[in-house]
């Protein structure tokens, strides 16, 4: 099992250009998320899917846009980059046990943006 | 909003010395859980812990949960260069089993 992978690893952007993040995961999960890591500030969510074809926004969502049409893919949207989004982003998977017990999530490798 | 407070924000320690870094919220947690993140990595599951008072051992990590499910702590003995790595409390968001809210980590160098 490859787990969680995203392309492309590191990417610079000019303002105002788009982007789509990939994300695939091949364990089957049904729940996915997005999340950006700034420096010294954690993980914020910005969006999380609970199965195919059902996203909603996290924390920080303005800016983005998400779709979910497989199970395995994710991707993440950028439609008019700006400097606020340079950030390294991480796309993460679990499965959903319907149990009240918090869920293991699995991380990918990140990609890191930058915008000039 | 539930929040998550981490210290120390940095730790710089020698090979073989012990440590403890705290999570800590004023709300309660149904569970915590811990991650380390690598450099250049995504974070990596470490322990859950679910019952208030519970310690959990992992090789030479110590985790504990509180009494009253508000915090957490994570001590580490005789550390290792290999321990380096960026630590991060998350709790279960808004009553989902799902949703996490990070802490902003704890970034520990173990100088040899």
């Known amino acids: 099992n490859a787990g969680v992978t995203q392309t492309p690893k590191f990417r610079i952007l000019k303002i105002g250009q788009s982007m789509t993040l990939q994300c695939t995961q091949d364990?089957?999960?049904?729940?996915m998320y997005w999340y950006r890591q700034d420096p010294g500030m954690g993980l914020k969510l910005i969006y999380y899917s609970v199965g195919a074809g059902i996203t909603d926004k996290g924390e920080v969502p303005n800016g983005y846009n998400v779709s979910r049409s497989t199970t395995e893919d994710f991707p993440l949207r950028l439609e008019l980059a700006a400097p606020s989004q340079t950030s390294v982003y991480f796309c993460?998977?679990?499965?959903?046990?319907?149990?009240?017990?918090?869920?293991?999530?699995?991380f990918g490798p990140g990609t890191r943006l930058l915008v000039l | 909003t539930q929040l998550l407070e981490q210290s120390p924000q940095f730790l710089s320690i020698q090979e073989g010395e012990n440590l403890t870094v705290y999570c800590n919220s004023s709300s309660v947690f149904s569970s915590l859980q811990w991650y380390r993140q690598e450099p250049g990595e995504g974070p990596v599951l470490l322990v859950t812990?679910?019952?208030?008072?519970e310690v959990k051992k992992l090789k030479r990590l110590t985790f504990q949960f509180g009494d009253a499910r508000k915090d957490s702590s994570l001590h580490i003995t005789a550390a290792q260069p290999g321990d380096t790595g960026l630590y991060l409390c998350?709790?279960?968001?808004?009553?989902?089993?799902?949703?996490?809210?990070f802490g902003k980590g704890t970034l520990l160098t173990v100088n040899p």
């Open positions: 998350a709790g279960a968001a808004g009553g989902s089993n799902y949703k996490l809210t």
């Open positions: 812990v679910v019952t208030g008072g």
């Open positions: 993460a998977s679990s499965l959903s046990s319907g149990g009240a017990l918090i869920e293991t999530q699995y």
């Open positions: 364990m089957n999960h049904n729940y």
